[in-house]
């Protein structure tokens, strides 16, 4: 009998969404006639640019005649959607990255989980602590992490950099040297971010260790303050020792039209291999293209009335992450985030765990956001709430919080 990847297996419980849902659902059920506040998943609610949906219904017209129709697109991406992304996110930001070190795909999700398959199945992990969990569960699968410790939600073949109010949120060098280092800026959950100087340690660490950085910039776009790079490729020395992914979902809004790419720089070599090749190789394989319609809608983020209309969807998200900032601060709570990202990171009050306090927010004032040990051991204590909801609903989600006499000291 065919045996399965028992790997699977390992995975510990029930996604942390479907926890939500399922707590949630449960609410409604007893209480049919209140309203809830979302402030939860990491889904945006502004609809596509005007300038975007042009470029859709262009291409889509274009797939309609034979003389413009297009079949497969090059595994690796379109040129035109390439060529935009090397002069705009790296060129015009001084950092030297041809388009063909670009590879498109349907997003970040995919490529920040199926990045592990290039290297060696002993590769050691390191990953900031708290994280995005895919970084973690995707290198489970393959075998990876060793075995779950259910007291520590820990794996013993992943070193855990952990980043909390004590350190700022900066992660340290570990003492144990790993091969793949997983950095996440700005940070989903807690929504802090690094300096270039911050980042130019870890630079330094990985060109001296071997290590490469797989650096996640998905929420690059809401990256506000001068003294935080836009790119990991900013930092001198970053070509030989890191991969970056970017998204389309939190800047253009496109978590439901997917679309993303990976940057491999050709001086990247491990074992005298260039990686670049090596993804290409799996990119070629394994995927089949993002669609044309959606690479011309890509192009188009890319356009000054694209750039004008996005920057305006993020002014909007940002506006709300401030209108929950200084709420919270206003009632004595400690909040970090925010700033440089669409995400707030609460200090749970009271000695609350981090369920207790999801269950205290839903039960007392019908607000739903995402416990902070969903994300790793230590996000314990802590709580997330996302700026992507629309404004009236969040200024409303504040109003109920500030009357809520488990936050107010
Ligand atoms: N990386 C991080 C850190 C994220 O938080 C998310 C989505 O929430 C993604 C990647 C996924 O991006 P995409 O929608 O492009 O797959």
Redesign the pocket.
């Known amino acids: 009998m065919v045996k399965v990847n028992d790997n699977y297996l390992k995975l510990p419980g029930s996604y942390l969404f479907s926890a939500i849902a399922k707590k949630v659902n449960a609410y409604t059920a007893a209480n049919p006639d209140k309203k809830i506040i979302r402030l939860g998943i990491?889904?945006v609610t502004q609809p596509i640019a005007p300038a975007l949906i042009k470029a859709l219904h262009d291409a889509v017209d274009e797939m309609g005649s034979a003389e413009t129709f297009h079949g497969y697109a090059p595994d690796l991406g379109y040129g035109f959607l390439r060529e935009a992304i090397a002069a705009g996110d790296y060129e015009a930001r001084g950092c030297k990255i041809e388009a063909d070190e670009i590879f498109i795909s349907?997003?970040?999700?995919?490529?920040?989980g199926n990045i592990q398959e290039i290297f060696s199945e002993d590769a050691v992990i390191a990953v900031c602590d708290p994280?995005?969990p895919?970084y973690v569960d995707s290198n489970v699968m393959a075998g990876r992490t060793g075995e779950y410790d259910e007291k520590t939600g820990k794996w013993s073949r992943v070193i855990y950099m952990p980043c909390t109010a004590e350190n700022q949120f900066v992660p340290e060098l570990p003492e144990e040297t790993p091969d793949l280092i997983y950095l996440?800026v700005p940070?989903?959950p807690t929504g802090t971010t690094l300096t270039r100087d911050q980042l130019k340690v870890w630079v330094d660490y990985a060109n001296r260790t071997g290590a490469v950085i797989l650096y996640?910039a998905?929420?690059e776009a809401y990256i506000a303050e001068p003294s935080v790079p836009h790119s990991i490729f900013e930092i001198d020395g970053a070509r030989t020792c890191a991969i970056e992914?970017r998204?389309?979902?939190?800047n253009a809004g496109?978590?439901g039209v997917?679309?993303?790419f990976t940057v491999i720089p050709k001086e990247l070599v491990r074992g005298g291999v260039m990686l670049h090749s090596l993804w290409a190789r799996r990119h070629g394989t394994k995927f089949n293209g993002a669609p044309y319609i959606v690479q011309k809608a890509g192009e188009a983020v890319y356009s000054p009335e694209g750039r004008a209309q996005l920057k305006e969807q993020v002014a909007y998200y940002m506006r709300n992450a401030k209108v929950i900032y200084e709420g919270l601060k206003e009632i004595g709570c400690e909040v970090y985030g925010g700033v440089n990202a669409p995400y707030i990171w609460l200090l749970v009050p009271g000695g609350m765990t981090s369920w207790e306090f999801f269950d205290c927010l839903l039960n007392e004032a019908g607000v739903v956001g995402t416990p902070g040990s969903g994300f790793g051991p230590s996000g314990e204590g802590y709580f997330r709430l996302t700026a992507f909801g629309t404004y009236e609903n969040t200024v409303e989600a504040v109003e109920r919080m500030k009357n809520m006499v488990s936050l107010r000291k």
């Open positions: 990491g889904d349907d997003g970040a999700k995919c490529d920040c994280v995005y895919v996440c940070n989903n996640d998905a929420y992914f998204s389309f979902s939190k496109f978590t997917r679309l993303g």
